[in-house]
T-cell receptor, first 112, second 112 residues
Framework: SQKIEQNSEALNIQEGKTATLTCNYT??????LQWYRQDPGRGPVFLLL?????KEKRKERLKVTFDTTLKQSLFHITASQPADSATYLC???????????FGKGTKLSVKP | DGGITQSPKYLFRKEGQNVTLSCEQN?????MYWYRQDPGQGLRLIYY???????QKGDIAEGYSVSREKKESFPLTVTSAQKNPTAFYLC???????????FGPGTRLTVL
């Protein structure tokens, strides 16, 4: 069955630095991959979607890469701010049923 | 103002009681989903519905039931058969199969 792993449970960085979060998957070739942000006690909020034929996608300070050979996606936040502190979830498409398979998330803390 | 609403935000029930969580959307989305989130865990799919009057079991459907009588509404009942119901429950919707999902604010259920 499909397996998705976000390598770090927690990541602590200094304000202004670039945060890089990793999402790896096995036993599957997803058509697309998504990233969500979740604040404590709230529902996830969609950030970016990248398709299998796209190598990279950007949105303001966010950048996502998708390497189907390595079966890995990297999520970057440049010039990080304390307001970026949250848990970030990656999700793969679940195939023909249209569902998403979520990773456990990485909790990012940006220190001033 | 379009979106997804879940009520109540906090819910307390005694062990052995059934409880129904509400989820309403005014986004005109066809697909709706219910997830469960436990501390340190990713989102796990309970049930999903791609169209009115039809729904399918997700990965952890045992002890739960749903209905989809209206496009806007997808209530989840946590039955007494669910062995460990205390969790954070999230409802989501999407325009169709796949693609980004829009999440509600969640309901935190505590069974005493």
């Amino acid at each position: 069955s499909q397996k998705i792993e976000q390598n770090s449970e927690a990541l602590n960085i200094q304000e202004g630095k670039t945060a890089t979060l990793t999402c790896n998957y096995t036993n599957y070739s997803p058509a697309y991959l998504q990233w969500y942000r979740q604040d404590p006690g709230r529902g996830p909020v969609f950030l970016l979607l990248i398709r299998e034929n796209e190598k990279e996608k950007r949105k303001e300070r966010l950048k996502v890469t998708f390497d189907t050979t390595l079966k890995q996606s990297l999520f970057h936040i440049t010039a990080s701010q304390p307001a970026d502190s949250a848990t970030y979830l990656c999700a793969l498409d679940g195939g023909s049923q249209g569902n998403l398979i979520f990773g456990k998330g990485t909790k990012l803390s940006v220190k001033p | 103002d379009g979106g997804i609403t879940q009520s109540p935000k906090y819910l307390f029930r005694k062990e052995g009681q059934n409880v129904t969580l509400s989820c309403e959307q005014n986004l005109n989305h066809d697909a709706m989903y219910w997830y469960r989130q436990d501390p340190g865990q990713g989102l796990r799919l309970i049930y999903y519905s791609q169209i009115v009057n039809d729904f399918q079991k997700g990965d952890i459907a045992e002890g739960y039931s749903v209905s989809r009588e209206k496009k806007e509404s997808f209530p989840l009942t946590v039955t007494s058969a669910q062995k460990n119901p205390t969790a954070f429950y999230l409802c989501a919707s999407s325009p169709g199969q796949g693609g980004r999902q829009f999440f509600g604010p969640g309901t935190r259920l505590t069974v005493l």
